[in-house]
Structure formats: C-alpha cells, structure tokens
Nanobody
Framework: QVQLVESGGGLVQAGGSLSVSCAAS????????VGWFRQAPGKEREFVAA????????NYADPVKGRFTISRDNAKNTAYLQMNSLKPEDTAVYYC????????????????????WGQGTQVTVSS
C-alpha cells in the first residue's frame, strides 16, 4: 500500500522560510516522479513543483519560481519542498503526489496525472 506522509508545515511570517517533507513508503520510490501541489480555501488544487525520478529534472509553477526548491533523497524515500521569501498568498494546504513513469521524464502539472497523494500539511504565511 502506497503511503505519502507530509510534514513540516506551520505558521511563518511573510518573507520567512519553511521546508516541508514527503516520506514515501509502499512503492519503489526511484520509479516515481514527485509533485507538490497546494490548495487554498475556496480554490482548486494547483501545481507547485515536480521532480523526476533521479532528481536531475525539476519544474516549477511561475508564482513560486526562484523562491521554492524541490528536491529528493532517494536513499531516504523522501522528497522536500524548500520555500523561501514566503508571501501571504502562499498560504494553503500543501500536498505531495507521486506518479509512476518509465522512459523519458515529461513534466506533469495536472492533478489527474498523479495517482498517489498524501494527506496534506498546512502552511500559513502571516502578513
């Protein structure tokens, strides 16, 4: 049974930093791309960042580019999202998701492309 467990969310002031983690189990982690998504109240879940199986390729949504960094440690079956220069509009529940793929990596930015999800962790940025 695949499990993704996020941790590390919390409350931070605008301009601050926060790191969230996603611990994976029940899957061959190195066969899966990982994505981070977020959902603010009353809004649809949106793409934040994604990383390939090897960690060599990454993709970001425009609103977070240059401020957020996605990474992974395959030895620990864990993915990370480092968030810097946080803004109040970054406030949301952050979800990690995993997607199996073979062959060449292609970026996946839509919710429907991922079939394994964590329960989410709340990130609140105060102004």
């Amino acid at each position: 049974q695949v499990q993704l467990v996020e941790s590390g969310g919390g409350l931070v002031q605008a301009g601050g930093s926060l790191s969230v983690s996603c611990a994976a189990s029940g899957l061959t982690f190195t066969s899966y791309a990982v994505g981070w998504f977020r959902q603010a109240p009353g809004k649809e879940r949106e793409f934040v960042a994604a990383i390939s199986r090897s960690g060599l390729k990454t993709n970001y949504a425009d609103p977070v580019k240059g401020r957020f960094t996605i990474s992974r440690d395959n030895a620990k079956n864990t993915a990370y999202l480092q968030m810097n220069s946080l803004k109040p509009e970054d406030t949301a529940v952050y979800y990690c998701a995993a997607r199996y793929y073979s062959g060449a990596y292609t970026p996946s930015r839509t919710v429907t492309e991922y079939d394994n999800w964590g329960q989410g962790t709340q990130v609140t940025v105060s102004s």
